[in-house]
């Protein structure tokens, strides 16, 4: 069993930048290959990265490739995401994420979800 708890989150001009970080507790978090994803109202959960279980990996989605940054330190149990160069089109709840089998962009392959941390992006 693994708990995530995300912080990080809040308003921030466009332009600017927040840093989000998910705190896990449990047990082997190193085993876990570690996602964030957001949600805006109205919309599908969409992936944002996912990095694997030693962080030697990374992937982005597309839309936030070149602005996003994901790593962990498994020192701390802790899965980061750098989010520069805001746009209001960011604004969402984001969820970081836990998946035992692979590192993985599909929502279905993650086995644990943390409750989310508002992000808001004015223009």
């Known amino acids: 069993q693994v708990q995530l708890v995300e912080s990080g989150g809040g308003l921030v001009q466009a332009g600017g930048s927040l840093r989000l970080s998910c705190a896990a507790s449990?047990?082997?978090?190193?085993?876990?290959?570690m996602g964030w994803f957001r949600q805006a109202p109205g919309k599908e959960r969409e992936f944002v990265a996912a990095?694997?279980?030693?962080?030697?990996?990374?992937y982005y989605g597309d839309s936030v490739t070149g602005r996003f940054t994901i790593s962990r330190d498994n020192a701390k149990n802790t899965v980061y995401l750098q989010m520069n160069s805001l746009k209001p089109e960011d604004t969402a709840v984001y969820y970081c994420?836990?998946?035992?089998?692979?590192?993985?962009?599909?929502?279905?392959?993650?086995?644990?979800w943390g409750q989310g941390t508002q992000v808001t992006v004015s223009s």
């Open positions: 990095i694997s279980r030693i962080g030697g990996r990374t």
């Open positions: 994420a836990a998946s035992r089998v692979t590192f993985t962009t599909t929502p279905q392959d993650y086995d644990y």
């Open positions: 449990g047990r082997a978090f190193s085993s876990y290959a």
